[in-house]
């Protein structure tokens, strides 16, 4: 079987498990398991295509005649797509293993049919997103994935928030898909090609763009998937509609979901438009840093953990864009190795996020299912009631902060070696520029440590802040644990063995930008990752993470050797006596410093209102604390447009009167009018 | 007689592991002349790891695992920063592990899991710390790493080895850019190390301290680990700039003299290190912990104006 035919399989497999799920009601305790493993089985045989397509660099392509007669389906599975659908059917792998234990807390509350039947429907239209062959079909899986995952979104539907997040999801997807229809527009009208065949990618490919129109083609679909990835400006549907979906839903969504405009943005720069100048990268690249910063900074000011997470994807999309700008500069600049490193790089980091966000979801679900709480300031003290996901739930933590050995080190490093090279281009003031860039990556960082040790601690550590007593809190049951599982392992693997996966990733690099760097990053063995020369740079995630663990542990057996007591006591209240869990850090007051330093980029309303002792007027009795934290784009970008689409609808209102007769009028007139246009 | 880079390297991690209480020794004994008191010699870190490891642990009731694993791996990860950075000899093994950036990012996990480990317990003090701790690191750490990077834009690379190399072998003239960067670099590695003015590693009083507040609940053998790791951190952030800045000195292969040669070498620049560092303390008082944004954020000005400088003169 050819890759193309195994990832047919899957999809075919998702789309009859989609038309199955009402058919398998009548069998109740199996449809869960059911329906679930066989989307883990289908995501299984993507990933293994997609392993073998970017491992032998094959092109395969294909023609369904579906659809409308004389516009055929176009497939194709190049290295490109097949790195896709490695990140698509890893994540939906674990996720499917997740869901079913996840989904089996709807049962008898809503319908199970609905969560299979789109749930496949979402994994098979991300699957077709990236084997799309022309605009299309390309158009079809789109918006098969966008509607897909809106009704997902809506699942939990009698909630009014919920609704109001999915109609903004929806909005702007379709905004965001207008565009990318209108890119597709430009790019066929100029490919020479009559009819129909300028919508295949193939005619795209061989277009030849006046710099005009590649400009113009370029940004529409820039801002069309930017809209899809939640780029700041155009990310405020994120955060809404992210935490509201089901949890392993939200794994989906931010993990994959958001990458499928990744390969929207790649395919479209580095497939078809090919020659592009300089400053196309510089915009991406600009986006992406303000997206990494201001991401992780929304994040910190949250305390719903789901809507963190969410402002998480923000802050990683950036990353990954950052890359993906770096490689287009260097690209732009005839610096194809240059161009690789940074492409591997943002590719890397699509994979990481993937896993880590993925992971970090999961347990989010785990937390939701467990507490039946989102609000952070309500819980503490899970690290002794969920003791496998809280390590599991650390090592998503530790992987997003960019801490090595686990595998968001690896990328952020080779993005941090990608800005270094910047002095290779021969443009004196990009030269001085983008090294600052750098420093705002490690801003970033740097807050997203902090950022997950307010989660970790919060959610984790400490003791119980929530009003009701722990006591019904529980571990999640196996298939949830082994979904997390496997992603966290996952996250090890990618961060110890980075000389592979860069060597395996090699052949995307090499046809989209003509440069290769796994011989040089792979020269000294597995062990030793060495992206340019080992005078360069050098990183070894093995030695770290054997030194590490062969350090800890000849310390600990060492001083083990003498039997020491270990006593436990109550806690040190400095003589108060007095101490209740109340007194803890929150996540507010943990973020505080930060709110207090950087606040002059969000609106932050805070109100301290303090009550007096009825008896003693001089005390204070009660204090009430409310603080508000907005984002701003919403009041500058988003609000005046509603304002005005109000307007704009509220004065075409006047026209209508409810009367026949004028309506009767208003036809006429457009007859007339449209008469006196034709003669 | 020549060395094999292994003894080399097993050299240094003994080096580092044996001497930098007597290094932390030496800075408390310079800080107590310097501020009129009597020291208790530089053989006192010595006797208080050994008593600490000595003593019982006392763990609070709801301490979790996390609280007792955080000194083991704050312990390991020092030790392996140790191999990494050239002290004596560039022709050092396991220089390869960790660039200056990913060794950047490893005393980020210490710093990561020491927070976490503040805030296991549920005090208010230990999330203090851990709020603080990360605030200043989130700021310190741009500035750190524009310092690192004009001083890589010199030798065109970010491994430790090859800095070292270029360094060394340079003719020694007046760069503006390092100039810069070593003015930043001091500023942060007294933030890095928790040092006055923005942390004081002396006081216990409950509204100032920072990283103190965070392990305040640790005993025994636990705290031991963590006291020790501190005091190599410290070695090494001096290590780390002896390194970028002035490698002169360092033997290039295992020849047992100029290995010799070297750590007497090394020996004097901590020495003279210190007394800077201890002048610093001694001349500033503690800043408000709101100040420190202004104080970082001229510490990452003087590390931009360092690159700029690299770019337009150099």
């Known amino acids: ?679 | 007689m020549n060395l094999h880079p292994l003894a080399i390297e097993l050299l240094q991690f003994v080096l580092l592991l044996a001497l930098a209480p007597a290094f932390a020794g030496w800075v408390k004994v310079l800080k107590c002349r310097m501020q009129g008191r009597s020291a208790a010699g530089i053989m006192q870190p010595y006797r208080d790891i050994r008593r600490l490891f000595g003593k019982d642990v006392v763990l609070a009731e709801n301490a979790s695992w996390l609280f007792r694993f955080t000194p083991y791996l704050t312990f390991g990860v020092t030790t392996i920063v140790a191999g990494i950075i050239p002290l004596i000899s560039v022709d050092l093994p396991l220089s390869a592990t960790a660039d200056v950036i990913a060794l950047v990012m490893l005393f980020g996990i210490v710093r990561f899991f020491t927070a976490l480990a503040g805030m296991d317990i549920g005090t208010a003090f230990g999330g203090m710390g851990s709020s603080r701790e990360m605030t200043i690191a989130s700021l310190a750490e741009p500035a750190m790493l524009m310092a690192i990077f004009t001083v890589s834009l010199a030798s065109n690379s970010t491994s430790l080895t090859q800095m070292v190399t270029v360094m060394a072998h340079a003719e020694f003239v007046i760069r503006p850019s390092l100039a810069f960067a070593l003015a930043a670099f001091i500023m942060i590695a007294l933030a890095e190390t928790g040092r006055v003015p923005v942390d004081n590693p002396a006081t216990h009083l409950e509204l100032t301290m920072i990283h103190e507040a965070m392990i305040l609940e640790y005993s025994g053998r636990h705290l031991a680990l963590i006291e020790w790791a501190g005091m190599m951190k410290l070695t090494l952030l001096f290590a780390l700039g002896i390194a970028s800045f002035c490698p002169w000195g360092i033997s290039a292969g295992g020849d047992i003299g100029s290995l010799a040669l070297a750590l007497g070498i090394l020996a004097v620049k901590l020495m003279v290190g210190a007394l800077i560092m201890v002048l610093i303390e001694t001349g500033l008082a503690k800043m408000r912990i709101f100040r420190l944004p202004e104080y970082l954020g001229s510490a990452f000005l003087l590390a931009t104006l360092g690159m700029i400088a690299f770019f337009i003169l150099e």
Request: aromatic share 12%; glycine share 8%.
């Open chain 1, 1 to 679: 079987m050819t890759p193309l035919d195994i990832t047919g399989f899957a999809v075919l497999l998702l789309l009859a498990l989609a038309a199955a799920a009402p058919l398998l009601r009548s069998v109740r305790t199996l449809q869960i398991p059911l329906a679930f493993s066989l989307s883990a089985v289908a995501s299984l045989a993507a990933v293994v295509a997609g392993v073998m397509t970017v491992a032998d660099g094959s092109v395969a392509s294909a023609t369904m005649s579906l659809g409308i007669p004389g516009l055929p389906f176009h497939l194709r599975l190049d290295p490109l797509a097949g790195f896709f659908l490695v990140v698509i059917g890893l994540m939906g792998l674990f996720v499917s293993i997740y869901s079913i234990g996840y989904v089996k807390g709807y049962g008898g509350q809503r319908s199970i049919t609905h969560m299979i039947c789109f749930y496949t429907l979402f994994l098979a239209g991300m699957l077709l997103v990236v084997l799309a062959d022309d605009a299309y079909f390309f158009l079809v899986a789109w918006e098969l994935m966008a509607a897909a995952s809106y009704f997902l979104v809506m699942y939990e539907d009698e909630r009014a928030e919920n609704r109001r997040a999915a109609f903004l999801y929806l909005l702007i997807a379709h905004a965001g898909a207008i565009a990318i229809l209108l890119a597709f527009g430009v790019m066929a009208g100029q490919s020479g090609q009559g009819g129909f065949d300028g919508y295949t990618f193939d005619a795209m490919r061989t277009a030849h763009l006046s710099s005009g129109w590649a400009t113009a083609a370029f940004f529409l679909a820039f801002f069309g998937f930017a809209a899809k990835a939640g780029v700041i400006p155009l990310h405020v549907w994120l955060p809404e509609a992210h935490p509201v979906a089901p949890s392993n839903i939200s794994a989906l969504m931010s993990g994959v979901m958001l990458k499928t405009s990744i390969y929207g943005i790649c395919r479209f720069v580095f497939d078809f438009i090919k020659v592009f100048p300089w400053w196309w990268g510089g915009v991406v690249l600009a986006l992406g840093l303000i997206s990494a910063v201001m991401g992780v900074l929304y994040a910190l000011m949250q305390h719903d953990l789901k809507r963190l997470l969410a402002y998480h994807s923000v802050e990683n999309i950036g990353i990954i864009l950052i890359g993906l700008g770096l490689s287009m500069i260097f690209a732009s600049f005839q610096l194809p190795t240059l161009a690789a490193l940074a492409l591997v790089a943002a590719l890397y980091h699509t994979l990481n996020h993937a896993m880590f966000k993925g992971l970090l979801f999961m347990g989010a679900g785990a937390v939701l299912h467990a507490t039946h709480e989102r609000n952070m300031e309500e819980m503490g003290g899970l690290i002794h009631r969920l003791p496998w996901t809280a390590p599991l739930f650390l090592v998503g933590c530790v992987s997003i902060s960019a801490l090595p050995p686990f595998n968001g080190f690896v990328s952020e490093w080779l993005t941090f070696q990608a800005f270094l090279l910047s002095p290779a281009l021969p443009h004196p003031i990009l030269k001085l520029l983008i090294p600052l860039g750098a420093a705002l990556l490690a801003l970033t960082g740097a807050l997203a440590a902090a950022c997950f040790v307010k989660v970790f601690g919060v959610v984790f550590l400490g003791q119980w802040r929530g009003h009701q007593k722990p006591d019904h809190i529980h571990e999640v049951v196996w298939s949830m644990r082994s979904g997390m599982l496997l992603a966290a392992i996952t996250c090890l693997l990618l961060g110890i063995f980075p000389t592979w996966v860069i060597s395996w990733l090699d052949t995307i690099p090499e046809q989209l930008c003509g440069g290769r760097i796994a011989e040089s990053a792979g020269r000294y063995g597995w062990m030793w990752l060495t992206p340019i020369a080992h005078q360069r740079a050098s990183y070894s995630g093995p030695v770290v993470f054997i030194g590490i663990l062969t350090v800890v542990a000849v310390t600990w057996l060492l001083l083990h050797v003498r039997a020491t007591r270990v006593s436990r006591v109550p806690l040190w209240d400095c003589g108060f006596a007095k101490l209740t869990p109340r007194m803890q850090y929150t996540a507010s007051s943990f973020s505080m410093p930060i709110r207090r330093v950087l606040g002059f980029l969000f609106a932050v309303r805070e109100q301290v209102e303090i009550v007096p002792h009825t008896n003693h007027p001089a005390m204070p009795g009660s204090l009430q604390y409310r603080l508000r934290v907005r984002d701003r784009f919403w009041n500058w970008l988003y609000a005046p447009q509603g304002d005005a689409a109000y307007w704009l609808a509220r004065q075409a209102g006047k026209l209508q009167h409810g009367h026949i007769q004028v309506y009767l009028l208003y036809s006429f007139i457009t007859l007339i009018v449209l008469l006196v246009f034709l003669g």
